[in-house]
């Protein structure tokens, strides 16, 4: 079973969702906020947000520390109200709602469980507070512990986890309640780096299964490159770019993005009459339009051996290189384009430090960001 | 190594100098000489059946008063005041210490700092103080009095003791249980009291044996004819040092320890 037999509406791009009937789990309409700072000035945290969600999306708001996604997080989950702007919930606004009244739970970042309690008790908790009958909380907690791998642990104490079960007991406990929107800030970022991985697919497989929406906060772009169905990277309170991982990886619509989403190499490139010009003389065509542009190239993008038809060339010295197992990644000083980056499949020849070498790129297909390079 | 020895040494020293004085005043407790209670003179719990009424081979001219009645009622005193006072306080402290710790509103370090002064005033400043304010007011000096003396400045211990917890209890639990649908009085009632509970408790205890032990205050606001067990003491003593005062301190301190022990035991149940 992949995602795109089960939920096809997820990988749809936004604005193609009108198709389906049901509400958008979660719709945000120019959300603004600014806060005060100490220092008497104001920190405008989101500056005029829009996203809405197909249904059952994964959607990871990626972007780094105070660029807002936690801000916004919270004026979903209720914790922090909007200066102004819209927030609906399965198609009901709930803009003006307290936090305890929203049909959405979150899975807090440092877990924030009961430790009072058993993990019986935390996980049952939305349902002791809605008044639910023993017997049926009983079923569910099961159910629910049953969800996350930790089945028949419902008499340990919390002390008693591990950081990895604490992590799934709180996300059993958000679960509990069915709610229709799964919150998640920043929950892998206490685990060690095997755990974190194993977590990402279990969560990632675990929201298909439940087909509801997952919000995930976090400022690990490889996160959000393995987990999303969309990511939209954020900074300074605005959404830069919303898209899939592999639309916002290979087509960035501004240098942030390409910046922040993984490695690259932006050269500055001059548009004119359909043919765009490398500082070193360097052309290729291109349909953008003219004036000056910035030209992205992915490390792995480049290759020693010359593709077929016309290529881009780039000759300098090797300056570091590391071995990573499957690949070399070789930073390579270049007259005429400072340091670049590239990253060689291992299997050929070794490259060696302070030799020359010229690495080339298919001059087709090529991604031009729209901005003129830093 | 011979740093060391000296440190040992001096670290022994130094808990015979704290420990020594109280340690004494426990055996001379059992001392049976009704003379010089610094000569040992065999095991005695004359001392303790005087205090209780029993019939004692002692002479009268060896106890301070003929009936202990007058030492029951101001036990009984204390304890009324120590237990309305604490309970007050531990009520007013922590509604405080919440205030402070949870809400965002202007001024709210300045009260902070403004809570610590009642527990650095000096004791008599306060207690002249509270005799003139109530004087001035028109109130007459009674229990009521010294339950709201003390309290002026037991407050301010619940208070440092319930927000040294609340600074440990993290906010982000009680915005799991919102977020889980609680009110914000379920919240308070299912998570943030169990969490600030040993805090809260340990306060209770703090006030209940300041209040049991406090003199200077109390002997300001106290009026006649409401004698609590310090006051009884200091005009006991003023007749002598009589070898029973060595069996109510001791008892005094055993009901101290006794409430410490019980403090910790539940602080430590709940930490588990």
Not at chain 1, 241 to 250: F, M, N, R, V
Not at chain 2, 34 to 51: A, E, K, S, V
Not at chain 2, 230 to 252: C, D, F, S, V, Y
Request: overall charge neutral.
């Amino acid at each position: 079973m992949t995602p795109f037999d089960t939920y096809p509406a997820g990988l749809l791009p936004a604005g193609s969702q009108d198709r389906t009937p049901m509400p958008s789990p979660l719709e945000i309409i120019d959300a603004r906020k600014s806060f005060r700072t100490p220092e008497g000035g104001t920190m405008t945290a989101l500056d005029g947000i829009s996203l809405k969600l197909a249904s059952a999306e994964f959607v990871t708001l990626l972007g780094p520390s105070g660029c807002g996604k936690t801000t916004l997080l919270r004026t979903i989950s209720g914790f922090e109200t909007l200066d102004a702007g819209e927030v609906l919930i399965d198609g009901s606004a709930v803009t003006q709602m307290p936090a305890h009244r929203r049909p959405v739970n979150t899975v807090f970042q440092r877990y924030a469980l009961f430790g009072h309690m058993s993990v019986a008790r935390n996980v049952g908790y939305a349902l002791e507070i809605a008044g639910r009958d023993k017997r049926e909380i009983r079923t569910r907690v099961g159910e629910m512990l049953e969800l996350v791998g930790l089945a028949g642990m419902e008499k340990r104490s919390i002390q008693q986890l591990s950081g990895g079960q604490q992590q799934r007991v709180a996300l059993a406990r958000a679960l509990a309640a069915k709610p229709k929107l799964l919150l998640l800030d920043e929950p892998l970022s206490a685990l060690d780096k095997n755990l974190r991985q194993k977590m990402q697919q279990e969560l990632k497989a675990l929201q298909r299964e439940l087909g509801i929406g997952f919000i995930f906060v976090t400022h690990d772009q490889e996160e959000a490159l393995t987990m999303s169905d969309r990511i939209a990277v954020l900074a300074h309170g605005q959404i830069q770019q919303i898209g899939a991982p592999t639309e916002l990886y290979q087509t960035p619509a501004n240098l942030f993005t390409a910046d922040f989403l993984g490695e690259s190499n932006l050269l500055p490139v001059t548009v004119t009459s359909g043919r765009g010009c490398l500082p070193d003389g360097q052309s290729f065509a291109t349909p953008h339009a003219p004036g000056e542009a910035t030209l992205l190239l992915r490390p792995e993008a480049l290759s020693v051996t010359p593709p077929d038809g016309h290529a881009l060339s780039f000759t300098g010295t090797i300056r570091e290189t590391y071995y990573t197992g499957t690949d070399h990644q070789i930073a390579l000083e270049t007259p005429a384009h400072g340091t670049m980056h590239a990253l060689l499949r291992s299997g050929g020849a070794l490259p060696c430090l302070g030799s020359e070498i010229t690495l080339y790129a298919p001059a087709q297909g090529l991604h031009l960001i729209d901005e003129a390079a830093p | 190594m011979i740093l060391r020895r000296l440190l040992s040494l001096y670290g022994l020293l130094f808990f015979v100098f704290v420990y020594a004085p109280i340690l004494l005043v426990v055996i001379y407790s059992f001392n049976a000489n009704t003379l010089n209670m610094m000569i040992w003179d065999g095991f005695t719990l004359d001392w303790y059946r005087q205090l209780f009424g029993m019939e004692t081979s002692l002479t009268q001219s060896a106890t301070f008063v003929d009936s202990t009645d007058q030492l029951w009622g101001a036990v009984r005193t204390s304890l009324i005041v120590a237990l309305s006072t604490s309970v007050f306080s531990t009520v007013c402290g922590t509604a405080l210490a919440l205030a402070v710790a949870r809400y965002r509103f202007r001024l709210a370090r300045f009260y902070r700092t403004l809570m610590m002064v009642p527990m650095i005033m000096p004791d008599i400043v306060l207690g002249i103080a509270l005799l003139i304010f109530f004087i001035t007011i028109g109130m007459n000096l009674s229990m009521l009095t010294i339950i709201i003396g003390q309290s002026t400045f037991l407050i301010s211990y619940v208070f440092v003791t319930v927000s040294a917890r609340l600074a440990e209890v993290d906010t982000s639990v009680e915005e799991a249980s919102a977020d889980l649908g609680a009110t914000p009085a379920q919240t308070f009632r299912k998570v943030t009291l169990p969490g600030i509970a040993p805090g809260i408790l340990g306060g209770w205890l703090l006030a209940f044996i300041i209040s049991m032990d406090d003199l200077v205050i109390t002997y300001f606001i106290a009026g006649t004819g409401n004698t609590t067990l310090p006051i009884h003491i200091w005009g006991l003593l003023r007749r002598g040092i009589k070898p029973e005062i060595n069996a109510i301190a001791t008892l005094m301190l055993l009901f101290t320890l006794v409430i410490a022990a019980a403090g910790l035991y539940f602080r430590s149940r709940r930490q588990k």
